[in-house]
């Protein structure tokens, strides 16, 4: 099935109906003679007329929300839908349901920061919660591939912004709150709020699994009979056990009078969390812990979380860190299984929240013995003034700056002695660099394989 109504013009094909949406940086009223020529045979719109029916509205977004909640809602309102919101971790938790339910032969889909994934299928995607049109789209599709269960990513902008309009989940999660977005959000207390809502879209039997160790864990506790908390001491999952290397992560935990133990297949104290979060929301869909326990030598993380490429002696750790907690999470995991120096490659982007900048270089030069301060997709602002934001009251004299993210990782490989790690944050899975002039190719892997690649055999 595909949805008749397009928001963007260049979608249109004839006999689709477009309709004009005001946004921040586009005005679709501007783009509906384009719509026509491709075949639009009607346009709703809040003003105007044209050569086609037109029916004009006060709200055109208002009526595009009301529109798909009531003519494609109830195609896909049977699919378990789960939801999961937090500063970081999402993604994470996320790709991991969808490979363990597929492993058990449960058709999923997973939509999130590193793309759509449907029972087989792939499409890119450019937000982490798509706008409302994309989000009911992809839904469909998802049905349409035989999905049982839906898990989204859901965002602080996306719950603001009501793009999961219409939406109720069976089962939410929320992994933590660390600053991040105060430039749309301004207050963390707003932040927390609009995370909040995801809790207050539930339906039925619902489920929600909390972080309890995350000090914002209490904004999300409404409803306290369908709260599972996981803690390091004392909630409904009690962590035991952890032990580091840089292979994996062993653990045990205490769930329902029974003991676990366990390996995954990732580094660091917070992917124990995330686990144990996917562990739990696949459990109450039905299957037992052991069953999904003995998926874990199969299950990856996703591209750029903790990716490891091994180098002579080094582990070399690519991570989409770029926040002040993941960047802090990332280095304290890597002082688990450390037998050299922890060396790290950071910026921060451009166009976001300033605040963060001298917060994260601080973090970075303290837990590191060496960083190399670079550029992180700085968009529309001055590389070299980022990076200003970030020394800015350093501390530590253990860093030097190189705004060329290629020569950065170069000069930081080259400094690599026996047994040292190198971070490499902040780009993760983006296989991009935004600049003033555009959007353009760039992989943190790809350079660092080139380095391998051009010094192999070199001890």
Do not use: W
């Amino acid at each position: 099935m595909e949805i008749k109504l397009k928001t963007d013009s260049r979608k249109v094909k004839p006999g689709d109906t477009f309709i004009a949406i005001r946004n921040v940086e586009r005005d679709g009223h501007d783009y509906i003679e384009s719509a026509i020529k491709n075949g639009a045979s009607k346009i709703i719109c809040e003003e105007g007329n044209y050569d086609v029916e037109t029916v004009i509205v006060p709200d055109t977004r208002a009526y595009l929300k009301d529109y798909l909640y009531q003519n494609y809602y109830p195609e896909f309102k049977d699919m378990n839908l789960i939801g999961v919101t937090g500063t970081n971790g999402k993604t994470t938790i996320c790709y991991m349901i969808y490979q363990m339910l597929e492993m058990l032969n449960h058709p999923a889909s997973y939509m999130g920061t590193i793309g759509f994934y449907y029972h087989h299928h792939y499409l890119n995607m450019v937000n982490t919660t798509p706008d409302v049109d994309v989000l009911y789209d992809y839904f469909l599709k998802a049905k349409e591939a035989g999905c049982k269960t839906m898990v989204m990513e859901v965002s602080s902008h996306a719950l603001a912004k009501d793009r999961i309009h219409g939406l109720e989940f069976d089962e939410v999660a929320f992994t933590n709150l660390t600053q991040d977005h105060l430039d749309y959000h301004k207050t963390m207390e707003n932040y927390a709020k609009a995370k909040q809502l995801l809790f207050k879209k539930t339906r039925n039997n619902k489920i929600a699994i909390i972080n309890g160790d995350d000090p914002h864990a209490h904004y999300f506790m409404l409803d306290h009979n369908c709260n599972e908390i996981i803690s390091d001491h004392q909630g409904d999952l009690v962590i035991d056990e952890i032990k580091f290397t840089h292979l994996g992560t062993y653990f045990s935990f205490d769930y329902q009078g029974n003991h676990y133990q366990t390996k995954i297949q990732m580094v660091g104290r917070y992917n124990v969390y995330n686990y144990l979060t996917a562990l739990l929301l696949i459990h109450h869909l039905g299957y037992r812990i052991e069953d999904i326990l003995a998926l874990n030598d199969r299950l990856k993380a996703p591209s750029g979380r903790m990716e490891l490429i091994e180098y002579h002696q080094n582990g070399i750790f690519v991570d989409f860190a770029h926040t002040p907690d993941a960047v802090k999470n990332v280095l304290e995991s890597a002082k688990e299984f450390k037998k050299g120096r922890i060396m790290t490659v950071m910026g921060c982007g451009g166009d976001r929240d300033p605040l963060k900048r001298p917060i994260m270089g601080e973090i970075a030069s303290e837990g590191s013995d060496f960083v190399v301060i670079t550029s992180d997709n700085p968009r529309s602002e001055d590389p070299n003034k980022i990076i200003d934001d970030i020394v800015k009251g350093l501390k530590h004299e253990n860093y030097m700056i190189e705004p060329d993210r290629k020569k950065a990782i170069v000069k930081a490989m080259d400094m690599l002695e026996k047994d040292d790690i190198l971070l490499v944050l902040g780009k993760g899975h983006e296989n991009y660099q935004i600049t003033s002039t555009g959007k353009h190719h760039y992989s943190d892997q790809e350079e660092i394989q080139k380095y391998i690649d051009q010094h192999e055999g070199n001890a």
